[in-house]
C-alpha cells in the first residue's frame, strides 16, 4: 500500500486558497509568508513533503513544520510566533486609542491624521511619533492614504451599452469597419529650463524642476479595431463642426461598399443635435456610444495612455507646433508595426459574474437574470 504523502492532510476552501494565491501574487509580501503559502498550496495538491522542498529550494523539515502548522491552525499559523524580549512599553489600551483616532474624524482644520497629529492627539501617554507610526504600520492602519471608489449602483442599462460596445469587439458585423474615436484635450507644450542629465551606472536621471509652458494641443484619434492603427488629427477646438468634419474625411477615406461602425464616449460634440443629424443622412454609418463611467471601454482610450508613457510623460516640446509634429511623427511609427489591441473583456459575463455573487430580493438566485443577446 502506498505511504501518504504526509500524516498532516492540508485541506482548503475556496476563500482561503484564494488568499494564498493572492499572498503569492502579492509584489508587497515578506517573502517568507509567500514560501510558505505555496508550501500550504502545494500540499493541497497532493505533493510530498521531499518534492515540495526541491520545488521550492528549502529543507523538508521547512515543508514538515509550515504543513503541521497550517493544518493545525489554519491561516493564522502562517505567521511568526512571538518572540522574547522586553515587556510593551505601550499595552492594549494605547493600541486601541491610536485605532480609534486613527479611524475617527480628524481634528477642524485638517483633512487627515498623521503620526505626528495621532503623538500629539495622545500626549498624555508619552507616545512618540515613529512608536505611533510602528503601532499603525502593526496594525495596517494607514490613514493618510486614501483609496478612491465608484459608487455605480447595478444599472441595466449600463451593462446592455456595456455589453453592446464588447459585441462589437468580440462578434464584429462582416462587411463593416468598426473605429473607436476620442479627444486627448489640453496636452502641455512644456519643455524644462535646464537639459536633463542622463542616467548612468548607479543614479536615475536627473530632471531640473523648472518648465517653460507653451501653449496646449488638442488631438482627436479615430482607431481602426482590425488593424491597430490610428489616424490623428490636431483640433482647435471640440465642437460639432470639428467634429463632424473629421467625421467627413474619415467617410471619404473608407471604401464605400463598407459599412461604418463608431465607439465612441457620450461627448457634447459626440451627441449634439448637428452631429446625430449628420449620421443620420449617412445610413452606413452606425453609433455605439459608452456607458457613463466607462470611457475605458474606448479602445481608443489605450492608445491615448501608449501616447502618454511613451512621448507625452516625459517629452520636451519648444512650441504647439513642435508638439503637434512629435505626435504626428510619433503615430506614423506607431502605424508601421501597429497590431490589433488583443480584447478580452466581455461585459455579459462580467454581468454574469456580478449576479452570481449577489441574490435578488426575492430569495431566488439574481444569476438566472440575463442581459438581451445582441442581434
Not at 262 to 275: F, I, P
Request: net charge positive; charged share 20%; with cysteine.
Amino acid at each position: 500500500m502506498a505511504r501518504a504523502a504526509s500524516r498532516h492532510i492540508v485541506v482548503l476552501g475556496s476563500r482561503r486558497k484564494a488568499r494564498l494565491e493572492a499572498i503569492v501574487r502579492r509584489a508587497s509580501a515578506p517573502q517568507a509568508l509567500v514560501l510558505r503559502a505555496r508550501i500550504v498550496l502545494l500540499a493541497y495538491t497532493g505533493w510530498p513533503n521531499s518534492q515540495i522542498a526541491r520545488e521550492l529550494g528549502c529543507a523538508v523539515n521547512t515543508v514538515r513544520t509550515w504543513r503541521r502548522r497550517f493544518a493545525r491552525g489554519g491561516m493564522p499559523a502562517l505567521r511568526d510566533l512571538p518572540r522574547s524580549g522586553r515587556p510593551e512599553v505601550y499595552g492594549p489600551d494605547v493600541r486601541l486609542a491610536i485605532a480609534a483616532a486613527a479611524t475617527s474624524v480628524p481634528p477642524e482644520g485638517v483633512s487627515a491624521w498623521t503620526h505626528a497629529l495621532i503623538a500629539g492627539h495622545l500626549a498624555g501617554t508619552g507616545i512618540s511619533v515613529s512608536q505611533a507610526g510602528r503601532i499603525l504600520a502593526d496594525l495596517d492602519l494607514r490613514p493618510h492614504k486614501v483609496q478612491g471608489w465608484l459608487n455605480r449602483r447595478d444599472d441595466e442599462q449600463f451593462w446592455a451599452q456595456a455589453a453592446a460596445v464588447c459585441d462589437i469587439y468580440l462578434r464584429p458585423p462582416p462587411g463593416t469597419v468598426v473605429i473607436c474615436i476620442d479627444e486627448k484635450t489640453g496636452i502641455q507644450a512644456k519643455y524644462r529650463k535646464y537639459p536633463e542629465r542622463p542616467a548612468r551606472r548607479g543614479r536615475l536621471a536627473r530632471r531640473e524642476f523648472e518648465y517653460v509652458r507653451n501653449g496646449t494641443v488638442s488631438v482627436i484619434a479615430a482607431l481602426q479595431v482590425a488593424t491597430g492603427q490610428v489616424i490623428t488629427e490636431p483640433i482647435t477646438r471640440n465642437n460639432s463642426v470639428t467634429f463632424i468634419s473629421f467625421l467627413h474625411r474619415l467617410d471619404q477615406c473608407i471604401a464605400p461598399h463598407l459599412n461604418i461602425h463608431l465607439v465612441m464616449d457620450n461627448g457634447s460634440s459626440h451627441t449634439s443635435r448637428a452631429t446625430r443629424a449628420w449620421i443620420a443622412a449617412h445610413p452606413r454609418i452606425s453609433v455605439t456610444c459608452t456607458p457613463k463611467h466607462a470611457s475605458w471601454l474606448d479602445m481608443a482610450e489605450l492608445w491615448f495612455s501608449v501616447l502618454t508613457r511613451v512621448l507625452l510623460r516625459r517629452g520636451e516640446f519648444t512650441s504647439r507646433a513642435d508638439l503637434t509634429a512629435k505626435i504626428t511623427d510619433f503615430t506614423i511609427r506607431y502605424n508601421r508595426t501597429a497590431r490589433p489591441w488583443k480584447w478580452a473583456y466581455d461585459a455579459r459575463a462580467d454581468h454574469a459574474a456580478y449576479l452570481a455573487r449577489h441574490h435578488a430580493p426575492d430569495g431566488e438566485p439574481a444569476s438566472a437574470q440575463t442581459l438581451p443577446q445582441a442581434a
